[in-house]
């Protein structure tokens, strides 16, 4: 069978060996919209649960806007310019507007990164920064949430009069969805909120999974941060299939857009996207062969690990998983990469981070842990140096067919093998309710002792 991989920048093309039972999962879309400039524009105006945006931005003096980095593919090239010319029109000077880009603990973006996230125009005329979150002297101390979290967030976006965020809204490995309150924390916030919101305290709770916002405690404490940081407005998308896998903004269309209420409209578009994500299996898998869904998604290994976890819902206590990811820039930053090189071992990593001080980074660590700890995952990622194969918890290959081709022999004849080309793009659970939370999701008790 012959299967078109998201895959870096160009996909993988790659032939898959008779005698097995494939189920294809494909990313589902909703029809595109005829017209998305104007949907964005009608609901701008018409916004859920709020005032227009122009309204609400009628009498301030300044506007902080917060957009996904480099490593998500809004399409903030649309959806700027009309949050730009509201702003304006409402009497917002140009020098009032600061727009940050919201790396989280990721690395700036660059200043050809940022024409891309922007677009040239909007790049030349406007301010537009870097949050840095390892710099605590440019956040303000908004408090404590109710459960302790420190909560400190980027000095710009708490000053400004205005606060706005533009994202887009897939499944998220903790979060349950992305967009929404994420473009405050931990989007604009300092390491020190990030590591509360990233340890274990949340990251081994079975509802702090892709496709989980009802019950999901780490979505809670977002938006709690994001009513601290005075969140008062979103626009986010939902978007759909692209002409071709791997690909940056134009090539994912528009399918839906929801602005308004930070709580209100990010609900309304989480609804959206499940409807149309949601695929059911009857019961778990042998096998999966999965991506990180291409570029940007699958630039660092970091980042790749979400292919892995998104899959560990559907796949057997015991199952194997194969993650096929470019991971053109090799691992991802600096404390994700020592990590790598420390821990040879899943079940003692667990063990010994379920106590300790919360490290940067360890969080991602932490979520393939819990996969590997269940099933086997193997992988190729030719941009990650050899170097890091010895520690990586499963087999790594030098090539495509060769890692196909450990999996598929040792799966055995007849064997249920779930393909998946376009990886967290694709919101897959097995339909028994008992099941939805896969064993891979979580440790053994022993594990966190």
Not at 17 to 35: E, I, N, T
Not at 41 to 48: F, H, R, S, T, V
Request: hydrophobic share 45%; net charge neutral.
């Amino acid at each position: 069978m012959r299967v078109d991989f998201a895959f870096g920048k160009t996909g993988l093309i790659t032939e898959l060996p008779d005698g097995f039972r494939y189920r294809v999962l494909q990313a589902q879309s909703a029809k595109p919209l005829a017209h998305p400039n104007a949907g964005i524009e009608q609901a701008l105006d018409a916004p859920i649960a709020s005032p227009p945006l122009e309204d609400l931005a009628r009498g301030k003096s300044s506007a902080a806007i917060s957009l996904c980095d480099i490593t998500r593919p809004a399409p903030n090239r649309q959806t700027l310019p009309a949050v730009l010319a509201r702003l304006e029109r409402a009497g917002i000077p140009r020098e009032g507007i600061t727009i940050l880009i919201a790396t989280g603990l990721h690395r700036p973006a660059t200043a050809a990164e940022i024409r891309e996230i922007c677009g040239d125009d909007v790049a030349a005329k406007y301010r537009v920064v870097n949050h840095n979150a390892r710099e605590l002297k440019e956040h303000r101390h908004l408090g404590v949430t109710l459960s302790g979290t420190p909560v400190y967030i980027d000095e710009r976006f708490v000053s400004a009069e205005l606060h706005v965020t533009l994202g887009f809204i897939e499944p998220h490995l903790m979060l349950g969805y992305s967009g929404g309150r994420k473009l405050v924390a931990p989007g604009l916030a300092a390491q020190e909120t990030i590591r509360v919101l990233h340890s274990p305290k949340f990251m081994r709770d079975t509802r702090s999974v892709e496709g989980e916002i009802q019950d999901n405690p780490l979505h809670r404490e977002l938006l709690e941060i994001a009513r601290m940081a005075g969140h008062d407005f979103i626009l986010d998308v939902a978007l759909g299939r692209g002409a071709s896998v791997g690909a940056l903004n134009p090539v994912r269309p528009i399918c839906g857009v929801f602005a308004g209420d930070p709580i209100a409209a990010h609900r309304r578009g989480v609804e959206f996207v499940s409807d149309v994500m949601l695929q059911e299996l009857a019961e778990p898998v042998d096998a999966v062969i999965t991506t990180a869904a291409g570029y940007p998604l699958d630039l660092t290994f970091y980042q790749a690990i979400k292919g892995v976890t998104a899959a560990a819902h559907i796949v057997k206590p015991g199952g194997k998983v194969l993650l096929l990811a470019a991971c053109q820039e090799g691992s991802g930053a600096a404390e994700f990469t020592s990590l790598l090189r420390q821990h040879p071992s899943d079940r003692k990593f667990l063990r010994q981070i379920a106590g300790a001080p919360v490290t940067i980074d360890q969080w991602q660590l932490e979520k393939l842990a819990l996969v590997t700890a269940k099933a086997e995952v193997l992988f190729y990622v030719p941009g990650l140096s050899s170097e890091y194969y010895s520690t990586l918890w499963g087999r790594a290959f030098p090539t495509a067919p060769d890692a196909i081709q450990a999996l598929t022999s040792s799966v055995g004849h007849n064997a249920t093998i779930a393909v998946i080309p376009e990886g967290p793009y694709v919101l897959a659970k097995v339909a028994n309710v008992s099941a939805r939370h896969s064993p891979a999701e979580a440790p053994a008790p022993s594990l966190l002792a």
